[in-house]
């Protein structure tokens, strides 16, 4: 039996092709009620729109593309599983599909991968997050006047709507807890230093330890890349010091999961002998030996939210708000000396 076509559910209720075709995209120069009919013959008669005409007609791909900034094999992180998650979720809600690709920040094959997507229109709009300093990728979007969200800000005066979680106010918080537990010697392990989320946790840890009248100790402080392999070496790093820290925060969760295991290695029960803390309370926080203090960003609903917003922008609306920030929650776990179970 050969597929119902649009010219068929025109037939069926004596209408145009032009107005089947225009209720079925949702056009609101077609009446309400006209509308529905179109909606509910078409659905009746099992008549599935040709995705190819849909978007030659609308001159869109129906694309979200998200190009994932990794340098390693970052698709175990479960930050970015619960990002890709939302994304994929909102976007097919939003009848968009989407299209992932991978890169290292800053090399050439991201750069090619973004000029391609831009100037072919292969997508629609695009999603950026790890945000840099100086972040070229949102310079070269505002430059050609693509749509695009981010999750986070960069230092340039570009205006571009992202979402972003208050983090040198959730790292304050984080240090108040600890120096609450009795701990001075308070160590961090960063990120990269071009990375806006390193300046703005490594602030916070530093304003953290001023609010506590603790002087700061660079000697505490070493740089991870945000991997597990990156904590865990960094760790080692600042447990090996003649006067070793008491407390470590890491600057995410994977950092503070292979500070765990350096912690171990060197005879260390975490929570007892020394605390352990984290960042982005992403679900597998929760199942570490001992279970992880972090602070919970709600990943997930953030990128559905950047999804939305980036609906917004492919289809000309305007946003009510632009750039939004969130407070992170502390969640108090065993890592740190709190509640079991």
């Known amino acids: 039996m050969p597929p119902v076509t649009i010219r068929d559910v025109a037939k069926r209720l004596k209408l145009s092709i032009t107005t089947v075709s225009r209720a079925l995209d949702g056009y609101d120069d077609v009446a309400a009620k006209t509308r529905q009919r179109v909606v509910r013959a078409a659905r009746t008669m099992g008549y599935v729109p040709s995705r190819a005409a849909r978007q030659l007609r609308r001159q869109r791909a129906d694309v979200i593309g998200y190009i994932l900034p990794a340098s390693g094999p970052h698709f175990t992180d ?8 939302g994304l994929g979720d909102a976007a097919t809600s939003h009848n968009f599909d989407l299209l992932v690709s991978t890169a290292a920040p800053d090399s050439a094959a991201e750069k090619q991968i973004y000029a391609r997507w831009v100037q072919s229109r292969l997508v629609d709009g695009i999603v950026v997050s790890r945000m840099r300093l100086r972040d070229w990728r949102a310079r070269y979007l505002v430059k050609n006047k693509f749509p695009f969200v981010a999750h986070g800000h960069t230092l340039l005066t570009l205006k571009f709507p992202y979402i972003e979680i208050d983090s040198r106010a959730g790292f304050e918080l984080l240090v108040q807890h600890l120096v609450a537990r009795g701990h001075r010697r308070i160590g961090y392990i960063g990120a990269p230093a071009n990375l806006t989320l390193q300046a703005d946790r490594f602030a916070g840890y530093q304003n953290g330890l001023s609010a506590a009248g603790i002087a ?25 010091l003649p006067t070793p820290p008491t407390a470590l925060i ?67 609306d305007a946003l009510a708000a632009a750039q939004t920030v969130l407070q992170p929650v502390l969640i108090v776990r065993e890592s740190t000396g709190g509640p079991s179970g």
Do not use: W
Request: hydrophobic share 45%.
């Open 78 to 85: 479960p930050f970015f599983s619960e990002f890709i998650a």
């Open 216 to 240: 700061f100790d660079a000697t505490l402080c070493a740089e991870g890349d945000l991997t597990r392999a990156g904590g865990y070496q960094a760790a080692l790093q600042l447990l090996d």
């Open 250 to 316: 890491g600057a995410n969760d994977l950092t503070a999961a292979g500070a765990m295991r350096a912690a171990r290695e060197r005879g260390l029960t975490v929570g007892r002998d020394i605390a352990i803390a984290g960042y982005d309370g992403t679900d597998d926080s929760e199942h570490t030996q001992p279970p992880l203090t972090t602070l919970k960003q709600p990943v997930y609903d953030i990128a559905q939210r950047l999804v939305e917003m980036l609906v917004a922008r492919i289809a000309g």
